[in-house]
Each structure stands twice: as structure tokens, then as C-alpha cells.
T-cell receptor, first 114, second 112 residues
Framework: NAGVMQNPRHLVRRRGQEARLRCSPM?????VYWYRQLPEEGLKFMVY????????ESGMPKERFSAEFPKEGPSILRIQQVVRGDSAAYFC????????????FGPGTRLTVT | GENVEQHPSTLSVQEGDSAVIKCTYS??????FPWYKQELGKGPQLIID?????GEKKDQRIAVTLNKTAKHFSLHITETQPEDSAVYFC???????????FGSGTRLQVQP
């Protein structure tokens, strides 16, 4: 069974460019979560999605950040006009269904903004 | 919102000793408490979890205890091995939100 997959694993962007991070949940999982981890810190919740629905985006910055989980294909976290403060590891997690709390994490995408 | 505090931030033990990491949470509605192990350059790995209707759960060398009244929960690792060296995170969530609120992490070093 393949776990949660994320790509790219490493991404370098110049200030002002766009970053697109992809996440494919575990097979059979319909819930996706995105978290951000700054160096030497814990993970911070950003957004929770089901297919074609954003359920909770209370942790998303109000500007430049967006997320989607289309009917077909991976979930995408998009960061427009990146700034140095966006440099972090971005992790995606998936869980099976409502009522099942376990979240399984992918390997993360490490974004570096130069 | 939920706030999770975790102690200690670093912990060094000799191989074979026990290690204990403690967390407190603020939201009495939280009812799910997982623990994750993160190795360098990797994603967090779920190692054990506990729900609020259970006081203790054990899986081989790992156990978690929960005190809902005091709003704290702990991870116990017995007979530690060098491969247990990693950063450990506690987390909490409530049934309404599903989002996990993480502690700040504990860096465990097991000395051979």
C-alpha cells in the first residue's frame, strides 16, 4: 500500500514566483490536511479538504495561499508571490473517513525562497 | 482555540532507560490525542494514539496515559534503543474540527 505522496520533495523559488505543492492521499482516503512546519518548530494546521470541498481553512493566511482537492487528481497547495517567510516544510496528511481520526503524513515538500 | 504545551524540549537517556514526555491541553472538548515520531528530513509518523474514553493504551515498548480531569497526557517509552532517537510531537483535536494542534516537540537522544 502506497502511503501519502507529495511532490516535489524540494522546491526552490525566487521571491515573487508561484509555488505549487501536490499531495496524493493514501488509497481509500477522502480527507486531506495541509500543515506547515517552520525550522525547529511544531506543525501548524493550514487547511482541511474533502473532494471538491474546503471544510476548514482557519489556518490559511488570508492572502496568497489557496488550496484545492479536485474530483480527480491530487490536492494542490498554491502559494502566489512567495516571500522569504514562506520558506518551510509543508506536510500533507490524509485520513479515511468521517469518524476516523487518524492522520497519516506524507514526506513533505521543503520550500526554499531565495 | 486549542493550545498544547509539551515538555521537555530535549531529553537524553541511556540505552535501556525509560523516557517520558508530557503534554497539556487547554480545550476540554478535545477527545483525540495522537503521538508522532519525526526523523530528520521525514514526515511525522503516527506511533500511538488515545481517545478520551480510555485512560491508558500500550503497544509493545510504547504507552500513552491520559488524565482528562487534569487535561494532560504522556508518552512512555521503555527499554529505549538508539533508533528511538527522533523528535516526538504530541497533538490534540476535538470532534468538531478534526485539525490537529501540535505541541512544540521533544528531541529525544538515546545514548548507546
Amino acid at each position: 500500500n502506497a502511503g501519502v505522496m507529495q511532490n516535489p520533495r524540494h522546491l526552490v523559488r525566487r521571491r515573487g514566483q508561484e509555488a505549487r505543492l501536490r499531495c496524493s492521499p493514501m488509497k481509500g482516503h477522502s480527507h486531506v490536511y495541509w500543515y506547515r512546519q517552520l525550522p525547529e518548530e511544531g506543525l501548524k494546521f493550514m487547511v482541511y479538504l474533502q473532494k471538491e470541498n474546503i471544510i476548514d481553512e482557519s489556518g490559511m493566511p488570508k492572502e496568497r495561499f489557496s488550496a484545492e482537492f479536485p474530483k480527480e487528481g491530487p490536492s494542490i497547495l498554491r502559494i502566489q508571490q512567495v516571500v522569504r517567510g514562506d520558506s518551510a516544510a509543508y506536510f500533507c496528511a490524509s485520513s479515511p473517513a468521517p469518524g476516523q481520526y487518524e492522520q497519516y503524513f506524507g514526506p513533505g515538500t521543503r520550500l526554499t525562497v531565495t | 482555540g486549542e493550545n498544547v504545551e509539551q515538555h521537555p524540549s530535549t531529553l537524553s537517556v541511556q540505552e535501556g532507560d525509560s523516557a517520558v514526555i508530557k503534554c497539556t491541553y487547554s480545550d476540554s472538548a478535545s477527545n483525540y490525542f495522537p503521538w508522532y515520531k519525526q526523523e530528520l528530513g521525514k514526515g511525522p509518523q503516527l506511533i500511538i494514539d488515545i481517545r478520551s474514553n480510555v485512560g491508558e493504551k500500550k503497544d509493545q515498548r510504547i504507552a500513552v496515559t491520559l488524565n482528562k480531569t487534569a487535561k494532560h497526557f504522556s508518552l512512555h517509552i521503555t527499554e529505549t534503543q538508539p533508533e528511538d532517537s527522533a523528535v516526538y510531537f504530541c497533538a490534540a483535536s476535538d470532534p468538531g474540527r478534526r485539525a490537529l494542534t501540535f505541541g512544540s516537540g521533544t528531541r529525544l537522544q538515546v545514548q548507546p
